[in-house]
């Protein structure tokens, strides 16, 4: 059974930073694209990044681009969200998701995480 698990949420302050971590027990990790999408209450679901299955290529939403990098070990099987210079406005659940390789330009992720809790304070 595939379980992505992901850690790393918490309070933080505006400005502030934190790092995610999806720890993956995908068997064939590195076959597999990456994604990390946020929920904020009372809203959709929203595409935060992605990142391909060597790691050479990424994407951003325009609203955390410059701010967020994600990136990936897959020697450890963890997909990484770092996020810098946090604003009130990034507070959501943040989901890690992975599909196959074409899954970064397809946008069909086939397993998620249960999500970790991200608070920015103002």
């Known amino acids: 059974q595939v379980q992505l698990v992901e850690s790393g949420g918490g309070l933080v302050q505006t400005g502030g930073s934190l790092r995610l971590s999806c720890a993956a027990s995908l068997r064939t990790f590195s076959t597999y694209a990456m994604a990390w999408f946020r929920q904020a209450p009372g809203k959709e679901r929203e595409f935060v990044a992605a990142?391909?299955?060597?790691?050479?290529?990424?994407n951003y939403a325009d609203s955390v681009k410059g701010r967020f990098t994600i990136s990936r070990d897959n020697a450890k099987n963890t997909v990484y969200l770092q996020m810098n210079s946090l604003k009130p406005e990034d507070t959501a659940v943040y989901y890690c998701?992975?599909?196959?390789?074409?899954?970064?330009?397809?946008?069909?992720?086939?397993?998620w995480g249960q999500g970790t809790q991200v608070t920015v304070s103002s």
């Open positions: 998701a992975a599909g196959t390789s074409s899954a970064y330009y397809t946008e069909r992720w086939v397993y």
């Open positions: 990142i391909t299955i060597g790691g050479g290529s990424t």
